[in-house]
């Protein structure tokens, strides 16, 4: 019984921390999508493709490489 809470701790870390990072990236990818909006807006388009690219590489990250393929796969029991 006592080591109930341990065990639930060990699964439910991990979890956590995933949904953390996929949240970040995530809205760290919008943020940088957005600047690059922004930069095009101004006329500097190399800093917008640099922007774009690394907001496409965030968002992929945080959406589906943890948010999907992390997050859903140990909430859902599917194998990774």
Known sequence: ????????????????????????????????????MQHVGAGETTVAFWLAAIGCVMLYAGVYGLGYQKVLARLFGVAE
Do not use: K
């Open 1 to 36: 019984m006592g080591t109930a809470i341990p065990e639930l701790l060990a699964e439910l870390l991990p979890l956590v921390a995933y949904t953390i990072a996929a949240g970040v990236l995530t809205i760290g990818g919008f943020a940088a999508e957005y600047a690059s």
